[in-house]
């Protein structure tokens, strides 16, 4: 019993250190003709250090990396990167908006996605969406010196177990 809470306790540790999201594009759709990416996109929210993955059939479809005139027009304008592997993990190291689309032919059929990449929340009451949580828990380990925290739980975790 008191082994796995502790095992609980370093689990969150870990996760609430690392923080970062993967965003799967279209979710369990994944990376295919005829999704709206725009309603996916919009229940994201991205910061910076996320990442970005798409899964898709290998040699099927592509991701392409290119400019806001790219991205409306379906064209190669401003391409910055590309993509075939079938489960590409794409970092979001800026802080900027970011075009993807499929370079043979599927852009026109809405395999296109934009997002815009947020800097990290300086402060964690001022976060929100889905992963705030994480992100608070995360302030909050990196607010006091790891080990103290840890420490913390631990003896909190013990506390608990020994408690009549
Ligand atoms: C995707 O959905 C949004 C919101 O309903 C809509 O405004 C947009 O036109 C749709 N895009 C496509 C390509 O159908
Ligand atoms: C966002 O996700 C929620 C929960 O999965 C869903 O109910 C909602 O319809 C989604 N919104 C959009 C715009 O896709
Ligand atoms: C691409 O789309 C933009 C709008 O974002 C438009 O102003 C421009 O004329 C288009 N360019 C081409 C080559 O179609
Ligand atoms: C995208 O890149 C193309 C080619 O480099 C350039 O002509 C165009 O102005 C760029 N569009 C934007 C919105 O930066
Ligand atoms: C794809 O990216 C590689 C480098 O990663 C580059 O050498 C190649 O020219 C790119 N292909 C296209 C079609 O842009
Ligand atoms: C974060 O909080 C501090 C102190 O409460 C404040 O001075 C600072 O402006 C805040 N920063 C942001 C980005 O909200």
């Not at 300086?122 to 420490?151: C, F, I, M, V, Y």
Request: charged share 10%; with cysteine; hydrophobic share 45%.
């Amino acid at each position: 019993m008191a082994c796995l809470l502790l095992v609980a306790v370093l689990a969150g540790f870990a996760v609430s250190l690392s923080g970062a999201t993967d965003h799967i594009v279209g979710a369990n759709h994944g990376w295919n003709p005829n999704i709206n990416y725009s309603l996916w996109s919009g229940n994201q929210t991205f910061y910076v250090g996320d990442l970005i993955s798409f899964r898709y059939q290998k040699g099927t479809y592509n991701v392409f990396e290119v400019n806001e005139t790219g991205y409306d027009n379906c064209t190669m304008a401003g391409v910055a990167g590309n993509w075939t592997s079938g489960k590409d993990f794409i970092p979001l190291d800026e802080s900027r908006r970011y075009y993807f689309i499929c370079g043979n032919g599927l852009c026109q059929a809405g395999m296109k996605v934009a997002i815009t990449v947020h800097p990290l929340p300086q402060n964690a009451t001022k976060s929100h969406g889905g992963d705030a949580a994480e992100r608070d828990a995360a302030s909050a380990a990196t607010a006091l010196p790891g080990t103290a925290w840890l420490a913390a739980l631990a003896v909190a975790a013990a506390a608990a177990v020994l408690a009549p």
